[in-house]
């Protein structure tokens, strides 16, 4: 069974950084394209940075030149750096993984609350 499990959320001031990490268990990450996603109260839950089935990357364009997605696949894990930290950043942050023989499937972690003060 192919797990991810998320780690590094927590509370930072504004202008500051945090870096997300999700290990991948069950399988291998080069097996796919990972992913982040977030989602705020209320709000739905939104792209923030991926790989692409290319093996490029995509970024919301709100983290745009902020937030940088990197992978290590003999950690079999994955990164979100994040930089510049606003409070509209405050979410809860999703890591994602898409086998590239299983695309339209994502797997799914269970979350990691990040937190921005003004």
């Known amino acids: 069974q192919v797990q991810l499990v998320e780690s590094g959320g927590g509370l930072v001031q504004a202008g500051g950084s945090l870096r997300l990490s999700c290990a991948v268990s069950?399988?291998?990450?080069?097996?796919?394209?990972p992913g982040w996603y977030r989602q705020a109260p209320g709000m739905q839950r939104e792209l923030v940075a991926t790989y692409t089935n290319i093996g490029s990357t995509d970024y919301a364009e709100s983290v745009k030149g902020r937030f940088t997605i990197s992978r290590d696949n003999a950690k079999n894990t994955v990164y979100l750096q994040m930089n510049s930290l606003k409070p509209e950043d405050t979410a809860v942050y999703y890591c994602t993984l898409r086998f590239y023989t299983d695309y339209a499937r994502p797997i799914w972690g269970q979350g990691t609350q990040v937190t921005v003060s003004s």
């Open positions: 069950g399988s291998q990450l080069m097996l796919g394209a």
